[in-house]
């Protein structure tokens, strides 16, 4: 029986990208991470893991070519970009 969460076309091999769960918490929430492999995910891979996030009520850190992305509400998204631009590690 699985226990992923995820379908079977977003194994790495596949999507190209590692699906890292609950990495770290923000205000109390848990932090899903989506990490590039090789090209990095698609459009329809990034939308899957927003819409996951968003009905598993989670916050998600991806990365598209060499920017980093932060889903989740505005304060959330503000503070991630902050972190980003000043280099911190962000989980």
Same mark, same amino acid.
């Given at each position: 029986?699985? /226990?992923s969460p *995820?379908?079977?076309? *977003? #194994?790495? !091999? %596949? @999507? %190209?990208v590692i699906f890292l769960p609950a990495q770290c918490k923000w205000n109390g929430q848990d932090v899903d &991470? @989506? &990490?590039p492999?090789? !090209?990095g995910p698609d459009d329809r /891979?990034?939308?899957w893991f927003r819409n996951f996030a968003s009905q598993h %009520? =989670? *916050?998600l850190l991806y =990365?598209? !070519?060499?920017d980093w992305f932060a889903f989740g509400p505005p304060a959330f998204q503000v503070e991630m970009q902050e #972190?980003? @631009?000043?280099g911190e590690k962000l989980w």
């Open positions: 029986m699985p /226990t *995820l379908p079977e076309w *977003l #194994r790495p !091999d %596949k @999507a %190209k &991470v @989506a &990490v492999v090789g !090209d /891979t990034i939308e %009520k =989670r *916050l =990365r598209m !070519d060499e #972190r980003i @631009a000043s």
